[in-house]
């Protein structure tokens, strides 16, 4: 296993690119996320061009992240357990799942069916591992206690990551020939497990902001997964619905359908929370607006709930709620688009550009 070192401002551009896949945020598919359900929000708009540009960003940081992780695997295997074990990255794992499973979701409407299932195959292992590895590594077995002193947004992406296999699952059902049973009983068991836990989640993180003190370093970009997991399971819920007729779907759609309209009051009912959060930390507390990996936490709910309103709105005629949804892809689109070009200018500025020493 490599050990690093600090590398000073003029260390050579490898020591640099170490440093930054060393130190690489768990949570970084959110990139993946963000990009994938962007691009099929722009594909609802009949973009095909914009959205085949999101996609190949999407597989292209797919790609790079995968590399980067088997990286950490490899040589700095210490500092990847170190992340297992804190109760505040931890969670940021299940955005491995989340953001395969969103890749194959869009690459699943643009016809690469064999792609998509090897992509529901991957993330339905992840997500079943790790669903018991970092709960267990991150809180259950820590000596430290209390626990949830440390609970954070990132622990929502677990719903995410739950919620992005059902509707994966759902949007492959009608496409496949075989398996289409199968299909509807993992996406309506990863819907309802999703459920579960974001009251879990909910319950851990309402705990941590009551009983203890907010700093306006705490409310960090992340908190929005709490809007998106409510969105997501919105979206999850609107193609189970339009699904076909299968013992656990028509056991289900009723409730599925309204627990979904439910979800995704909630959902908005979180946005002028999220934004009032923001502006309290950085224009009350002038705390500076830098780039983080984290942003791509919010880049994802804004797509997502403008790809849940579209699909729910459909799925059980409610026009306001697609309208809303539609309209609000565009807003997606553009903090995507600033997120992107801050990532770039922060990479240059970062790794690729030797510092002045």
């Given at each position: ?22 130190t ?101 292992v ?5 669903g ?32 992005s ?13 075989g ?68 013992p656990m ?30 502006w ?18 919010i ?26 949804g539609?309209?609000?892809t ?28």
């Open positions: 296993m490599t050990t690093l070192r600090a590398t000073s401002p003029g260390s050579p551009l490898r020591g640099r690119v170490a440093l930054a896949a060393s690489a945020n768990p949570g970084y598919f959110a990139l993946v996320m963000g990009s994938g359900i962007v691009s099929v929000g722009m594909d609802n708009h009949h973009q095909k061009a914009l959205s085949l540009v999101l996609l190949w960003v999407a597989i292209a940081a797919y790609a790079v992240l995968v590399f980067v992780n088997v990286w950490r695997i490899v040589s700095f295997r210490n500092l990847l357990a170190a992340d297992f074990t804190d109760p505040r990255r931890a969670f940021g794992f299940f955005t491995f799942v989340a953001g395969t499973d969103v890749l194959g979701t869009r690459l699943a409407i643009a016809g690469w069916r064999g792609v998509a299932l090897a992509l529901l195959v991957v993330g339905s992840s997500w079943f591992v790790l018991y590895v970092v709960p267990w590594t991150a809180v259950l077995g820590r000596s430290v206690r209390p626990v949830v002193a440390a609970a954070n947004g990132t622990w929502f992406i677990w719903v995410v990551a739950s919620q296999i059902a509707v994966l699952a759902a949007v492959l059902e009608p496409q496949l020939q398996g289409r049973r199968e299909l509807a009983l993992l996406a309506v068991f990863s819907w309802s497990v999703g459920v579960f836990l974001y009251a879990a989640a909910g319950v851990f993180v309402a705990a941590r902001l009551m009983l203890y003190p907010i700093d306006p370093g705490d409310l960090t970009p992340p908190y929005w997964v709490a809007m998106g997991a409510t969105e997501i399971t919105v979206l999850a819920g609107a193609r189970i619905v339009q699904m076909a007729d299968a779907v028509a056991a289900t759609r009723g409730l599925i359908a309204g627990a979904s309209v439910v979800f995704w009051a909630f959902g908005s009912w979180l946005v002028p929370a999220l934004v009032a959060a923001g309290w930390r950085h224009v009350v507390h002038r705390i500076p607006l830098r780039y983080e990996a984290a942003w791509w936490s880049v994802f709910p804004l797509g997502m709930y403008g790809v849940a309103g579209h699909y729910i709105g459909r799925a059980d005629n409610l026009p306001i709620v697609r309208t809303i539609e309209n609000e565009w807003f997606a689109l553009a903090v995507w688009a600033a997120v992107l070009i801050a990532m770039f200018a922060h990479l240059i500025s970062s790794v690729l550009r030797r510092p002045a020493a």
